[in-house]
Nanobody
Framework: QVQLVESGGGLVQPGGSLRLSCAAS????????MAWYRQAPGKERELVAV???????NYAEFVKGRFTISGDNGKNTVYLQMNFLKPEDTAVYYC?????????WGQGTQVTVSS
């Protein structure tokens, strides 16, 4: 089993920044690929960023140049640094990981971008 706990969400003004954290119950080396998804009100859940097993990263077009996914194995934590936030980034952000061919999800953390 893998437990994922997101934190770091909150209210931020447009153009601001937030750093989301996903604390895992085991080494992130063993639960890759890891990813961040988000779901805005009235919309389907969408992929935001991925950290693959080989360490490579990929991003959705709408966050390229603004968001960065990274990991700290010593802390069993994956981060999503979000810069130049826009109102359309408002959503619940979810951490996702794979372990033994099974997908795990955190409970999500709310990000609201508004003036």
């Amino acid at each position: 089993q893998v437990q994922l706990v997101e934190s770091g969400g909150g209210l931020v003004q447009p153009g601001g920044s937030l750093r989301l954290s996903c604390a895992a119950s085991r080494s992130i080396f063993s639960i890759k690929p890891m990813a961040w998804y988000r779901q805005a009100p009235g919309k389907e859940r969408e992929l935001v960023a991925v950290m693959s097993s080989d360490g490579s990263t990929n991003y959705a077009e709408f966050v390229k140049g603004r968001f960065t996914i990274s990991g700290d194995n010593g802390k069993n934590t994956v981060y999503l640094q979000m810069n130049f936030l826009k109102p359309e980034d408002t959503a619940v952000y979810y951490c996702n990981a794979w372990f033994r061919a099974y997908s795990y999800w955190g409970q999500g953390t709310q990000v609201t971008v508004s003036s």
